[in-house]
């Protein structure tokens, strides 16, 4: 479980997190929504340990994750972030086996363990056949689910996804998708996931958490969350329900 209490962040005068009070339930996927810069990635970056929030705390199954080692929080939360970053020329294979490190001890060699579960998130991912790869042989969608792969295979009770299918074909969002669903289910993983796509989100997520000018505009199942009313505040659009699929126009 994620709890937050009074979070706030600014950026010098602009307050994107204003006193935000909640929790996460362990085991749930949730759709993390709202207009730009209102503050979604601010509010995975606090969870993450990324962002030492100015006021508040943010906590993992009741402990601050500021007091948490560096290898203990990688071994509860993993991040995507929204534009993959690789410093070095390291191969999509060798990337993906980063993803162990936070369970192997100084100085420690990988196991045949670890070859195995990177090889099972590569295919989970559909990127077992980019594991010779290095970045600049791999067009972004391609390096977003290596990065994908690299999370899951951190094990993590929390998935934290900020934009994950933004630079994916329609084929492989539904296919990643349908993966971050299966592993919500079966592991009973945890995940955030901010995404921009009303109808994605219906589908494919339980619960709903609306942000609105750096407040929570709404928290609860995801059905009862994306009304013609809260989406027009949000996001400044119309919006109709025809034959179970949000249909959007200008406000």
Known sequence: MITLHNLSYAFGKRVVLDGIDTRFEAGSFYAVMGANGCGKTTLLRCVAGLLTPQKGEVLIEGRRVTDLPAREMAQRVAFVRQHPQTDFEFSAFETVLMGRNPYQRHLQNESEKDWQIVEECMKQTNTWHLRFAKPHEMSGGELQRVMLARALAQQTPILLLDEPISNLDIAHQFE???????????????????????????????????????HIHYHGPIAQGLTTENIKTVFGVQAEMVQGTLRLTPA
């Open 176 to 214: 990643i998708l349908e993966l971050l669903r299966t592993i919500n289910r079966e592991q009973q993983k945890t995940i955030l996931l901010v995404v921009h796509d009303l109808n994605i989100a219906l589908l494919y997520c339980r619960e709903l958490f609306l942000l609105h000018q750096g």
